[in-house]
């Protein structure tokens, strides 16, 4: 089984449609991470700003969720035209995106990761972190990363 991340971006698509043709007939589960209202406020340190929206927080995340799962199953709808026996999952973001990923692979016991880049480099990079990088260098297991076609001629020319 692969595990390939999906958050609807050109490189994520991308990522898909390798996969595809990487692995054409497995089974994969096309994974979108959400994130909880209560983790994107403790990040941006606004937290006591935000205080009297809390109560919306469940509604809040919900409609996060529902917008992940949409996601996953579009996703998991481009694997299978793709050639992969697809499904789809949507999980909550856990202590980064990264470590959700790859605790996601541990559990669902995948035999590697396909995921997108998004090509930051230099100060963005450094200030936002990077995904596919850290699941690159934490994953105990084969991760494949795909930049989209447009960020592959780009470099090729």
Same mark, same amino acid.
């Given at each position: 089984?692969?595990?390939?991340?999906?958050?609807?971006?050109?490189?994520?698509? %991308?990522?898909?449609?390798?996969?595809?043709? *990487?692995?054409?007939?497995? *089974?994969?589960?096309? *994974?979108?991470?959400?994130?909880?209202?209560?983790?994107? *406020?403790?990040?941006?340190?606004?937290?006591? $700003?935000?205080?009297?929206?809390?109560?919306?927080?469940?509604? &809040?995340?919900?409609?996060?969720?529902?917008?992940?799962?949409?996601?996953?199953?579009?996703?998991?709808?481009?694997?299978?035209?793709?050639?992969?026996? $697809?499904?789809?999952?949507?999980? $909550?973001?856990?202590?980064?995106?990264?470590?959700? &990923? &790859?605790?996601?692979?541990?559990?669902?016991?995948?035999?590697?990761?396909?995921?997108?880049?998004?090509?930051?480099?230099?100060?963005?990079?450094?200030?936002? /972190?990077?995904? %596919?990088?850290?699941?690159?260098?934490? $994953?105990?297991?084969?991760?494949?990363?795909?930049?989209?076609?447009?960020?592959?001629?780009?470099?090729? /020319?």
């Amino acid at each position: 089984m692969i595990l390939v991340c999906y958050d609807g971006s050109d490189d994520a698509k %991308s990522a898909i449609d390798r996969a595809g043709a *990487l692995f054409a007939g497995r *089974l994969a589960t096309v *994974l979108t991470v959400w994130e909880p209202f209560i983790a994107v *406020l403790e990040r941006s340190g606004a937290g006591l $700003a935000f205080a009297g929206i809390a109560a919306d927080a469940g509604e &809040i995340d919900a409609a996060s969720e529902r917008a992940a799962q949409e996601a996953a199953q579009e996703g998991a709808e481009r694997a299978k035209a793709a050639g992969l026996e $697809a499904q789809p999952q949507a999980v $909550a973001r856990g202590t980064t995106i990264g470590n959700t &990923i &790859i605790e996601t692979a541990r559990e669902l016991d995948a035999e590697a990761i396909v995921m997108g880049t998004r090509g930051l480099s230099g100060l963005k990079s450094f200030l936002l /972190g990077s995904v %596919s990088q850290a699941v690159l260098h934490h $994953a105990d297991r084969p991760v494949v990363i795909v930049p989209s076609e447009e960020r592959a001629a780009a470099r090729r /020319g």
